[in-house]
């Protein structure tokens, strides 16, 4: 995302310049790997501190899901408004162009469309052309015994095949457990779990709904859900970017 100073001039945010720091080659190449690759830093340990403090500013989401009553898991998450923290907003703009190589690449090898334009803007205004209108920018706590069932966000037609969650929290001294939990259902064999300890302001990028994987027959989609193993102790809080609405 562009910012313009005083006098006019363009210069890329902290986000924007945090995600154009990251080893894309290399996260691309985790993610053919695994389904999911870490980012370095794209949050300080304050930003992370205040966007989980907004938690508590209820004007600022649009629902609050509890996951017990939905049969999710354990815990509660919810989804900011269109109005998003200049912080999400960034990072979903800067983001987007970087992860769009990576979908491509992935629909060429599996032969499907490819239907993402090249900006944001757009693909989103295709969302809400299509129906799907609602912000799905997840903002989730989980306390001690809480956990999320593996599942996939898929909430219409228009799907974008890469997300990205960021840890708020310190795994290991702010809360034990609940690592993320990615589960692939490889072709003709039995599932492989990948399960990831979120460090305080890194992204784990991982696939929406399934993934290209080498088969006899070229390529074959495997299938992929995430979740959330049980927290044992502390405060678990983190940031989810989605790129379709719901």
Not at 29 to 57: S, V
Not at 81 to 107: F, N
Not at 126 to 146: F, V
Not at 182 to 195: C, M, N
Request: glycine share 10%.
């Amino acid at each position: 995302m562009r910012a313009r100073g005083p006098r006019g001039a363009a210069h890329t945010t902290d986000a924007g310049a945090r995600v154009a720091a990251t080893d894309w080659p290399a996260l691309a190449t985790g993610l053919d790997n695994n389904g999911c690759a870490l980012t370095p830093p794209l949050l300080t340990p304050a930003e992370c501190r205040e966007l989980a403090a907004l938690y508590d500013e209820t004007a600022r989401f649009r629902s609050t899901v509890n996951m017990a009553r939905h049969r999710f898991g354990s815990g509660e998450y919810r989804y900011f408004s269109h109005e998003l923290p200049r912080p999400v907003a960034e990072l979903r703009a800067a983001l987007y162009p970087k992860l769009l190589t990576v979908a491509r690449d992935w629909a060429a090898r599996l032969g499907r469309p490819a239907p993402w334009p090249d900006t944001l803007e757009a693909w989103i205004d295709q969302c809400h052309e299509a129906g799907q209108s609602k912000s799905s920018q997840i903002l989730l706590r989980y306390g001690s015994g809480d956990w999320n069932a593996l599942h996939r966000d898929l909430f219409g037609d228009l799907v974008f095949p890469l997300q990205v969650v960021i840890g708020l929290d310190v795994h290991g001294s702010d809360y034990t457990g609940g690592e993320f939990l990615l589960v692939e259902q490889r072709p003709r064999a039995q599932s492989r779990g990948t399960v990831t300890a979120l460090p305080q302001g890194h992204g784990l990028v991982f696939t929406t709904r399934d993934r290209p994987v080498r088969s006899s027959r070229g390529w074959s989609a495997a299938p992929v859900r995430h979740g959330v193993s049980t927290v044992h102790s502390g405060l678990r809080r983190s940031l989810g970017l989605v790129f379709h609405d719901a």
